[in-house]
C-alpha cells in the first residue's frame, strides 16, 4: 500500500501563485514516475504535469500550463511538487497528486508496477 498526502491547495487571485506538495510513503522499492492531475467541474479529469523519477527527470506538460507551471520532486523525501504561477480562473478544479511505484516481488527480480491516487486538494483562482 501507498498513501499520497498532498497540500498546498487554496484560494488565490488571478496571477498569483500556489506550490502544491505530494509526500508519498508505504510499501514500494522505487518510484517511476510522479504526476499532477486535475478534474474541473464538468471535465474530465487532466494530465497537468508528470515528472521521471530517475535520471534528471524528464517532464511533460499540458499546453495549457507549459510557462506558468513547474513541476519537480525530491527524490530521497519522496515528494513531488507542482509550482504554479500566473494563476487563472481556467486552473480552478481539484488536482491530485499521481505516483506510479515498482516493486521486488520475488528472489529473482520480478517487478511490478502500481498506481496510486491521492484524496485530492482543491484550487480556487478568483477575485
Known amino acids: 500500500q501507498v498513501h499520497l498526502v498532498e497540500s498546498g491547495g487554496g484560494l488565490v487571485q488571478p496571477g498569483g501563485s500556489l506550490r502544491l506538495s505530494c509526500a508519498a510513503s508505504?510499501?514500494?522499492?522505487?518510484?517511476?514516475?510522479m504526476a499532477w492531475y486535475r478534474q474541473a467541474p464538468g471535465k474530465e479529469r487532466e494530465l497537468v504535469a508528470r515528472?521521471?523519477?530517475?535520471?534528471?527527470?524528464?517532464?511533460n506538460y499540458a499546453d495549457s500550463v507549459r510557462g506558468r507551471f513547474t513541476i519537480s520532486r525530491d527524490n530521497y523525501k519522496n515528494v513531488v511538487y507542482l509550482q504554479m504561477a500566473s494563476l487563472k480562473s481556467e486552473d480552478t478544479a481539484v488536482y491530485y497528486c499521481?505516483?506510479?511505484?515498482?516493486?521486488?516481488?520475488?528472489?529473482?527480480?520480478?517487478?511490478?508496477?502500481?498506481?496510486?491516487w491521492g484524496e485530492g486538494t482543491q484550487v480556487t483562482v478568483s477575485p
Open positions: 499521481n505516483v506510479r511505484v515498482q516493486r521486488v516481488i520475488n528472489v529473482e527480480g520480478a517487478t511490478a508496477t502500481r498506481e496510486y
Open positions: 508505504g510499501r514500494f522499492d522505487s518510484i517511476l514516475s
Open positions: 515528472i521521471v523519477a530517475a535520471g534528471r527527470g524528464s517532464t
